[in-house]
């Protein structure tokens, strides 16, 4: 493997984040389950694939079909559809071309539309974000500022932080008007672009084809380290947190280091002190 510093060198050449973060809630005391989940990523060092279509933006990854071609362009569009997704001759292409399809763009879109919800269905997502400050995201993913925000180095584990980075704007455009356009550079683009409303999360994403709903294991020094938030001062709650990170350092992996977030003495940037 290539060695951490000039792996961090290609991180920052490519404009990816030194770090990058993962906001939680921190269950209620009584919440085995919750807690169970924190184990996995503290203890287990395993992040939650989700699939794309359980995520909490019902607009992300939606993409319309909206056939422009019709008759004889179409056939070729969709013939040459078939040749690159299965790599087949040209012969073997058109005698899969449906006439009905042809004929019907309509149905062409419905099916592509299905196509599209099963890929949703099989496609893993583990979203980060590049700042640990920001405060509508303390409110809206760590309960309130009373959660805990992790923070994970990418250039520690590269295979598991293969990440992509969002992009937003005031109007997307995920429509697909030709077959010609269903490339996976295509397809990545449309998928990691949000509206201009969530700009202020800064999200990086790691995308896996076939990997949803699993558990995704990354090297135990890629965690490096846990804030706590703003109003993160439940006695029971920091317990369990303890006993938590006890039973990482029982199994002799790397700690993180340990910071709470307090308020700026002037403006509304969060500021993040060391713990000692």
Known sequence: MTPLLERRRIFAKSG?????YKYRVLPKVDDSAGWQRLEDIVVRNQLWMASADSLNDP?????????????????RSVEHYFRRENNIGSARARTLVRSDLIANPKLLERLLRNAHERFLRQLGVCSFSADPRVSRLWSHY???HSGICIQFDPSRDPRCFVLHRMTY?????RVIESLDQLD??????????KEEQWKDEREWRAVEIGNANIQRGF????????????RCRDAAILDILAKILGMRQSK????????????????TRLRLLRVP
């Open 16 to 20: 990816q984040p030194r770090f990058v």
């Open 219 to 230: 090297r135990p020094d890629a965690l490096t380290g846990i804030i706590l938030g703003l």
């Open 169 to 173: 704007s005031k109007e997307p455009k």
């Open 142 to 144: 760590s309960n309130d």
């Open 184 to 193: 996976h550079d295509t397809n990545l683009r449309l998928l990691m672009e």
């Open 59 to 75: 607009f992300d990854f939606s993409i319309h079909y909206k056939m422009s071609e019709k008759g004889a362009a179409l056939r």
């Open 252 to 267: 002799k992996f790397p700690m993180p280091e340990i910071y709470q977030v307090v308020k700026p003495d002037v403006g």
